[in-house]
């Protein structure tokens, strides 16, 4: 006896593992870039509003090097925040770059008429920057930066000054801390929102890895109790992580018995549909009919609730004695063949409706000789040829070159290769050979 089965595709990673790790990684890295992208916006406007300034007769320019000096304290911003970029560890003191920006504006205020400048306006980008951070400090911080920015001409010339400049300011202060108490409680909501959407995320997930992980262990295992006259290989490559197709291979008291199912559907849903229905089929090890495995099946489906959405699965069932007597019922499938040791393909044919459409089956007999192989497929398997008329007798074709399971197996895994399939891969392939069975 040889029998041997390959888990379900090993080459795709758990959905999340360490994708924990990998979203706060991309969150990092996706605000670092986004630091760099802001303050070149701040510099631009800081830019554009002293050249605008030097070029138009009619704006004011009161202090041409503080002018300037605020320019280059936004390009120093620039420069940090591209720092930040490229080494993660400064992005702790992110603060500095909106720190810049407060005296770039200032020093622009002050060289473009003071409190007659039209620029002030700009001082609200790195308002909103820090007010989007979380927690509340950062309304103390812009609260600060904004002073900042508004004082700093009375450092460079304390004379001169109205009353009214004083309170001016502090209104413009309460309304910035305003704007940033509302910009603030407004992003603290949404990342409560995305915190729990990631939460529940990562709960479906989970959930999704252990169906995964409860279908691979219904497969039939690597080892199993087959006579000895049987050489059985299979392989199941779900096209997600939980997928529709199921295969399963057992003995029974008159042989042997292969199921291969393909069920309406992908993804979890669709995966506890192909679990109840292989254990019904499995089941129904005791019976020699193997339409009576598909009719308990659809018993076993069947809901009294008519707004229940109808779930069927085409479905495959064969069971083989030690003689190579075959009997075998098709639900929809019609994708077994029989690949005649002379190299024949025989394709196995029957009208009978799916499991959960139809409420009859018919069983069907053929004969194995030594060194036939009955070979089962699900519908994904036709969608790796490029021909998809004739995909059916390419797939026939394919047999022709060999007739060893393990052989035709591994020639539809390597016809799946590494791309994304949009439906699930099964191949089972049952190779009776009463000259390997010991004395």
């Known amino acids: 006896m040889s029998v041997s089965q390959m888990s379900p595709d090993d080459r795709r990673p758990s959905v999340w593992g360490d994708s924990g790790l990998l979203a706060r990684a991309m969150t990092a890295g996706s605000r670092r870039h986004v630091t760099v992208l802001k303050q070149?916006?701040?510099?631009?406007?800081?830019?554009?509003?002293?050249?605008?300034?030097?070029?138009?007769?009619?704006?004011?320019?009161?202090d041409a090097p503080s002018m300037w000096a605020g320019v280059f304290a936004a390009f120093c911003g620039v420069v940090f925040a591209a720092g930040v970029s490229r080494q993660p560890r400064l992005l702790r003191w992110e603060i500095v770059v909106p720190a810049a920006d407060f005296v770039a504006v200032g020093l622009l205020r002050y060289g473009t008429g003071d409190s007659a400048s039209v620029f002030v306006p700009i001082i609200l980008l790195p308002i909103v920057w820090i007010a989007v951070w979380p927690g509340r400090w950062s309304i103390v911080w812009l609260l600060i930066g904004s002073a900042v920015t508004?004082?700093?001409p009375f450092a460079i010339e304390p004379s001169g000054r109205p009353p009214s400049e004083f309170i001016r300011i502090a209104f413009s202060l309460a309304i910035y801390a305003t704007i940033g108490l509302a910009i603030n409680e407004l992003a603290r909501q949404a990342s409560r929102k995305v915190q729990l959407s990631r939460a529940q995320q990562q709960s479906v997930e989970r959930e999704i890895d252990r169906a995964a992980i409860i279908q691979q262990s219904l497969l039939p295992p690597k080892t199993s109790l087959l006579p000895e006259m049987f050489s059985v290989r299979g392989r199941c490559i779900p096209a997600r992580t939980v997928g529709g197709d199921f295969y399963d291979w057992y003995p029974t008291p008159d042989g042997i018995a292969l199921t291969v199912g393909d069920v309406m559907g992908k993804g979890v849903g669709a995966g506890m549909i192909a679990a109840a229905v292989r254990s019904v089929i499995r089941s129904?090890?005791?019976?020699?009919?193997?339409?009576?495995?598909?009719?308990?099946?659809?018993?076993?489906?069947?809901?009294?609730?008519?707004?229940?959405?109808?779930?069927?699965?085409?479905?495959?069932h064969a069971r083989i004695t030690p003689s190579g007597e075959i009997r075998w019922a098709d639900g929809g499938h019609g994708l077994a063949v029989i690949r005649r040791a002379t190299g024949l393909v025989e394709a196995l044919r029957s009208a009978d409706l799916?499991?959960?459409?139809?409420?009859?089956?018919?069983?069907?007999?053929?004969?194995?000789?030594?060194?036939?192989?009955?070979?089962c497929i699900s519908d994904g398997v036709l969608d790796l040829f490029p021909d998809e008329l004739h995909a059916f007798s390419q797939f026939q074709l394919l047999l022709i070159s060999s007739g060893d399971p393990s052989d035709i197996v591994q020639q539809i895994t390597e016809l799946v290769g590494d791309d994304e399939q949009s439906d699930d891969v099964t191949i089972v392939a049952a190779t009776f050979a009463p000259a390997l069975t010991r004395a």
Not at 40 to 62: E, H, K
């Open 40 to 62: 070149g916006f701040v510099f631009l406007f800081v830019a554009l509003a002293a050249l605008v300034s030097t070029l138009i007769p009619w704006l004011p320019v009161s």
């Open 354 to 375: 799916p499991v959960g459409l139809g409420d009859r089956w018919t069983s069907y007999s053929d004969q194995l000789l030594p060194g036939d192989t009955l070979v």
């Open 284 to 316: 129904s090890s005791d019976d020699l009919d193997p339409a009576v495995a598909l009719q308990r099946a659809t018993t076993g489906l069947a809901s009294g609730d008519s707004d229940v959405d109808i779930q069927f699965t085409t479905c495959f």
């Open 150 to 152: 508004f004082l700093l």
